[in-house]
């Protein structure tokens, strides 16, 4: 049987999803691969829900919005195109491919043009293939890594930074320094890379716990920087030593206050 | 909460819309399998008046306590199934619909299997999110019936006027030290070619003469606060500044005109003026002897950098040229265009006059635009008639400009302070081109005027009128009931970032005195933003949570949690 995907869409309300029922309305045909979640908002999509979602096997993501200038809610949509960059960065350091994501404007107008993305995006995806975790199947290890991408996307860090990102690029810090796109993206890549790895060592120690050369070499991290993350954790409160074997002290995760 | 859900399902076939290409009946079959889905059914119509009594009635006969509509797009339909949901007893938002119509029968006609299996997944994804739905309260809010208009002229006036008449106080806010707004500058207005003096009169004695019309001349708005019902306004002036509070604003700051400073010869040139110019000395008596006049229409418009159509511009070259010709028909009166928009009955008809009067109309491209430079006694014009395919020179007495209406460069400041959209022009925008024209999508605040787009006096009239009629709704009723689609802040997460207050659109959260984040239900839109970027996950999305999301997304992948 040939492949077909499953694909998961969130629509605005206002621009989007009115647009794809106007597609209903002109009857423009196109592929029966989308299983449609309206929201209100494009920028009330979680990277968290995405990446739950990708978790879960979808084969791709795609979240439509009102076109930049035309948000219902003003500027709900230059929060939606953050929100998909951290999603998509995310995403990026699991291995999954990016191309299994979209984000698309589209409004209320304009149903053959969404009808046309319907048909270009899962297009895209039959040629990317089924994802390794949909099916009986699932690929393990990836999916240890899109979990410790979602729980990255849950964690304080990068949910404060995206939600500071559009005010701070665009009317500068509390100190009323500017700040451009390019210092705001080196700071985004170091936060992203530190929160995924220690989310990734965090899972990992649920999972069995180990000493800092065990994880290095299960998670294909240097030891140096395991040892770092572990130093992070532990002040968190998140690891503990459990015990030292031989010389190497061997860590386990703690209850994680909630 | 502790009640089990019971969902019953209703399937539509919109007669063949959606009968015609999925299986109905296999789609009913399917749904009864669902986790907590004790009834379901078939329809030939849900939305007929028979499917909604039998919603009512099975919510009775089977103690629903969810509702699932399969069948259209609930941006049209989800009101009517809400409301016999409640005439049943059942809060409205413990109602969800799975869109088999406009998202899936329509648009898979030719796959009716794949279209089924699609419905299939639909419907389950509905019942998945049905089964997290909790009740939704809506608030009801006061509404103080004190209209607040921004601008005083023709439109401000006349929206301020009906308020008036509808029973209405109404604080009237003019930046200028007098009314009239643009009107003040103009000489006759088409069609009728009334002077605008005379048009303006008994609009100012009206405005000045009610006691229920408040006149703030020379101010300006400086903080709006609050939402539909209860705005707190502060105004600024000369003289202080001033509190009131108001149900309603209205939006009526008009435009401006372009300054064609370097284009066609403007400022360079001497005999190149704009309509308004030209106005202005016919108005005074003071256009001396001339005898040959060039327009030059689309001068500063529908080009790269301003795109928009000024609408009024040539209507008023028609009306001046017959005017002029009116006066001396001997004149000559060239009218440069690019496309001819008198639109409607009767600037067509003035089109028509002028032509009979000898105006001479000179098509020309935007790629080879008219070209104005300083002749032996005047100014010269060389343009590329298109139609004639041949270069023309004229020297006119007078090059007249029609300069587009602009928008107010007060609108960046005053959209900030309402937190209301401008359109890509730089005019604000409307919530919905047709559905709601004279609206903003904040409840409260409705635009009326140019300050919308240019338009000419007729229809900022009746626009103002209409923008008067939508504010006096609400007033009018006293309260009204806002969505229950809200954000609420779990204050024993919340860590007081404040991240959420400077995200929101609407100003609708505050911190307390604690630190704490505090929506305000009712000025909450629902957009979900601030629940979306909250560091600690401390706000949930009512009606549109996490768990539902990820619920409908798992259900959409053929996973059924239980």
Same mark, same amino acid.
């Given at each position: 049987?040939?492949?077909?995907?499953?694909?998961?869409?969130?629509?605005?309300?206002?621009?989007?999803?009115?647009?794809?029922?106007?597609?209903?309305?002109?009857?423009?045909?196109?592929?029966?691969?989308?299983?449609?979640?309206?929201?209100?908002?494009?920028?009330?999509?979680?990277?968290?829900?995405?990446?739950?979602?990708?978790?879960?096997?979808?084969?791709?993501?795609?979240?439509?919005?009102?076109?930049?200038?035309?948000?219902?809610?003003?500027?709900?949509?230059?929060?939606?195109?953050?929100?998909?960059?951290?999603?998509?960065?995310?995403?990026?350091?699991?291995?999954?491919?990016?191309?299994?994501?979209?984000?698309?404007?589209?409004?209320?107008?304009?149903?053959?043009?969404?009808?046309?993305?319907?048909?270009?995006?899962?297009?895209?995806?039959?040629?990317?293939?089924?994802?390794?975790?949909?099916?009986?199947?699932?690929?393990?290890?990836?999916?240890?890594?899109?979990?410790?991408?979602?729980?990255?996307?849950?964690?304080?860090?990068?949910?404060?930074?995206?939600?500071?990102?559009?005010?701070?690029?665009?009317?500068?810090?509390?100190?009323?320094?500017?700040?451009?796109?390019?210092?705001?993206?080196?700071?985004?890549?170091?936060?992203?890379?530190?929160?995924?790895?220690?989310?990734?060592?965090?899972?990992?120690?649920?999972?069995?716990?180990?000493?800092?050369?065990?994880?290095?070499?299960?998670?294909?991290?240097?030891?140096?920087?395991?040892?770092?993350?572990?130093?992070?954790?532990?002040?968190?409160?998140?690891?503990?030593?459990?015990?030292?074997?031989?010389?190497?002290?061997?860590?386990?995760?703690?209850?994680?206050?909630? | 909460?502790?009640?089990?859900?019971?969902?019953?399902?209703?399937?539509?076939?919109?007669?063949?819309?959606?009968?015609?290409?999925?299986?109905?009946?296999?789609?009913?079959?399917?749904?009864?399998?669902?986790? =907590?889905?004790?009834?379901?059914?078939?329809?030939?119509?849900?939305?007929?008046?028979?499917?909604? !009594?039998?919603?009512?009635?099975?919510?009775?006969?089977?103690?629903?306590?969810?509702?699932?509509?399969?069948?259209?797009?609930?941006?049209?339909?989800?009101?009517?199934? /809400?409301?016999?949901?409640?005439?049943?007893?059942?809060?409205?938002?413990?109602?969800?619909?799975?869109?088999?119509?406009?998202?899936?029968?329509?648009?898979?006609?030719?796959?009716?299997?794949?279209?089924? !299996?699609?419905?299939?997944?639909?419907?389950?994804?509905?019942?998945?999110?049905?089964?997290?739905?909790?009740?939704? =309260?809506?608030?009801?809010?006061?509404?103080?019936?004190?209209?607040?208009?921004?601008?005083?002229?023709?439109?401000?006036?006349?929206?301020?006027?009906?308020?008036?008449?509808?029973?209405?106080?109404?604080? $009237?806010?003019?930046?200028?030290?007098?009314? %009239?707004?643009?009107?003040?500058?103009?000489?006759?207005?088409?069609?009728?070619?009334?002077?605008?003096?005379?048009?303006?009169?008994?609009?100012?004695?009206?405005?000045?003469?009610?006691?229920?019309?408040?006149?703030? @001349?020379?101010?300006?708005?400086?903080?709006?606060? %609050?939402?539909?019902?209860?705005?707190?306004?502060?105004?600024?002036?000369?003289?202080?500044?001033?509190?009131?509070?108001?149900?309603?604003?209205?939006?009526?700051?008009?435009?401006?005109?372009?300054?064609?400073? %370097?284009?066609?010869?403007?400022?360079?040139?001497?005999?190149?003026?704009?309509?308004?110019?030209?106005?202005?000395?016919?108005?005074?008596?003071?256009?001396?002897?001339? *005898?040959?006049?060039?327009?030059? !229409?689309?001068?500063?418009?529908?080009?790269?950098?301003?795109?928009?159509?000024?609408?009024?511009?040539?209507?008023?070259?028609?009306?001046?040229?017959?005017?002029?010709?009116?006066?001396?028909?001997?004149?000559?009166?060239?009218?440069?265009?690019?496309?001819?928009?008198?639109?409607?009955?009767?600037?067509?008809?003035?089109?028509?006059?002028?032509?009979?009067? %000898?105006?001479?109309?000179?098509?020309?491209?935007?790629?080879?635009?008219?070209?104005?430079?300083?002749?032996?006694?005047?100014?010269?014009?060389?343009?590329?008639?298109?139609?004639?395919?041949?270069?023309?020179?004229?020297?006119?007495?007078?090059?007249? $400009?029609?300069?587009?209406?602009?928008?107010?460069?007060?609108? *960046?400041?005053?959209?900030?302070?309402?937190?209301?959209? @401008?359109?890509?022009?730089?005019?604000?925008?409307?919530?919905?081109?047709?559905?709601?024209? $004279?609206?903003?999508?904040?409840?409260?605040?409705?635009?009326?005027?140019?300050?919308?787009?240019?338009?000419?006096?007729?229809?900022?009239?009746? !626009?103002?009128?209409?923008?008067?009629?939508?504010?006096?709704?609400?007033?009018?009723?006293?309260?009204?009931?806002?969505?229950?689609?809200?954000?609420?802040?779990?204050?024993?997460?919340?860590?007081?970032?404040?991240?959420?207050?400077?995200?929101?659109?609407?100003?609708?959260?505050?911190?307390?005195?604690?630190?704490?984040?505090?929506?305000?239900?009712?000025?909450?839109?629902?957009?979900?933003?601030?629940?979306?970027?909250?560091?600690?996950?401390?706000?949930?999305?009512?009606?549109?949570?996490?768990?539902?999301?990820?619920? /409908?997304?798992?259900?959409?992948?053929?996973?059924?949690? =239980?």
């Amino acid at each position: 049987m040939a492949f077909e995907p499953n694909i998961v869409g969130f629509l605005c309300n206002w621009c989007s999803y009115a647009g794809a029922d106007l597609a209903g309305v002109s009857r423009i045909q196109y592929p029966t691969n989308l299983r449609v979640i309206r929201v209100m908002c494009s920028g009330r999509v979680e990277p968290a829900v995405v990446l739950s979602i990708l978790a879960e096997g979808a084969d791709g993501v795609m979240i439509t919005g009102c076109h930049i200038g035309d948000c219902h809610y003003i500027d709900g949509n230059l929060h939606a195109k953050r929100k998909y960059e951290l999603t998509r960065r995310l995403v990026e350091k699991t291995g999954l491919k990016t191309g299994r994501l979209r984000l698309e404007w589209v409004s209320a107008a304009e149903g053959q043009r969404f009808a046309d993305l319907v048909n270009d995006f899962t297009e895209q995806i039959r040629e990317l293939g089924p994802s390794p975790l949909s099916g009986t199947t699932p690929d393990l290890g990836l999916l240890l890594k899109v979990r410790a991408a979602k729980a990255a996307a849950e964690g304080f860090r990068l949910r404060a930074l995206v939600g500071k990102e559009e005010k701070t690029v665009t009317d500068g810090n509390v100190y009323g320094e500017e700040v451009t796109q390019e210092e705001w993206d080196k700071v985004m890549t170091e936060s992203v890379e530190t929160e995924y790895s220690r989310h990734r060592i965090h899972i990992a120690l649920t999972e069995a716990p180990g000493s800092v050369k065990e994880l290095s070499e299960k998670l294909g991290m240097g030891s140096q920087a395991v040892l770092e993350h572990i130093v992070a954790l532990r002040q968190l409160g998140w690891v503990d030593v459990q015990e030292i074997r031989g010389t190497s002290p061997v860590y386990v995760t703690m209850e994680v206050p909630q | 909460m502790s009640e089990e859900p019971r969902i019953g399902v209703f399937v539509c076939h919109c007669g063949i819309n959606i009968g015609g290409y999925v299986d109905v009946p296999k789609i009913v079959e399917y749904s009864m399998t669902l986790p =907590d889905v004790v009834y379901a059914e078939p329809n030939l119509y849900t939305c007929s008046s028979d499917g909604l !009594q039998k919603i009512k009635e099975a919510i009775e006969k089977h103690n629903l306590n969810r509702v699932v509509v399969a069948s259209c797009t609930p941006r049209t339909h989800e009101p009517l199934f /809400q409301g016999a949901c409640e005439e049943a007893g059942l809060n409205k938002y413990l109602f969800e619909m799975a869109n088999i119509r406009d998202q899936c029968s329509w648009v898979h006609m030719h796959e009716p299997e794949k279209a089924t !299996q699609k419905a299939k997944d639909l419907v389950r994804m509905a019942v998945a999110k049905a089964r997290l739905l909790t009740p939704g =309260d809506e608030p009801e809010i006061d509404i103080h019936p004190t209209g607040l208009v921004i601008g005083g002229g023709v439109s401000g006036m006349t929206a301020a006027l009906s308020l008036m008449n509808q029973g209405f106080k109404v604080h $009237l806010v003019e930046k200028a030290d007098k009314l %009239g707004g643009a009107l003040n500058e103009l000489g006759t207005l088409f069609p009728t070619n009334v002077k605008a003096g005379e048009l303006l009169r008994p609009l100012i004695k009206g405005v000045e003469e009610s006691p229920d019309i408040v006149v703030h @001349l020379n101010s300006a708005l400086k903080e709006v606060k %609050g939402f539909l019902g209860n705005f707190e306004a502060e105004i600024e002036s000369k003289e202080g500044s001033e509190r009131f509070e108001v149900g309603t604003v209205i939006v009526a700051t008009g435009a401006d005109y372009l300054d064609p400073v %370097g284009l066609f010869g403007y400022g360079e040139v001497h005999g190149v003026v704009t309509q308004l110019e030209l106005e202005q000395k016919m108005k005074e008596g003071s256009l001396g002897d001339v *005898k040959s006049v060039v327009m030059v !229409q689309c001068a500063g418009s529908r080009i790269e950098e301003r795109p928009y159509c000024s609408r009024i511009c040539c209507t008023e070259a028609m009306k001046n040229a017959s005017l002029l010709k009116e006066e001396d028909p001997d004149r000559d009166i060239y009218i440069l265009y690019r496309d001819l928009q008198t639109y409607g009955i009767e600037y067509t008809e003035m089109e028509w006059d002028a032509k009979r009067k %000898g105006v001479k109309l000179v098509k020309y491209d935007k790629a080879r635009p008219p070209v104005v430079t300083r002749g032996e006694r005047g100014p010269m014009v060389k343009v590329w008639a298109s139609l004639l395919n041949e270069e023309l020179t004229i020297e006119p007495d007078l090059v007249v $400009l029609s300069a587009p209406l602009v928008p107010n460069p007060d609108n *960046k400041t005053l959209s900030q302070q309402l937190k209301v959209p @401008l359109n890509s022009d730089g005019f604000f925008m409307e919530a919905h081109v047709k559905l709601r024209p $004279l609206d903003f999508a904040t409840d409260g605040i409705f635009v009326c005027g140019t300050a919308h787009s240019p338009k000419e006096v007729a229809e900022s009239i009746s !626009q103002a009128k209409g923008a008067a009629s939508r504010a006096g709704i609400p007033m009018a009723k006293g309260r009204v009931r806002a969505a229950a689609i809200t954000a609420v802040v779990d204050e024993d997460r919340c860590c007081g970032c404040g991240i959420c207050i400077e995200l929101c659109p609407y100003n609708a959260i505050t911190k307390d005195e604690m630190g704490i984040a505090r929506v305000t239900s009712v000025v909450c839109k629902g957009c979900g933003v601030c629940g979306a970027s909250c560091p600690e996950r401390a706000i949930t999305m009512r009606h549109f949570t996490n768990e539902q999301l990820e619920a /409908q997304g798992l259900a959409a992948l053929g996973r059924v949690v =239980d």
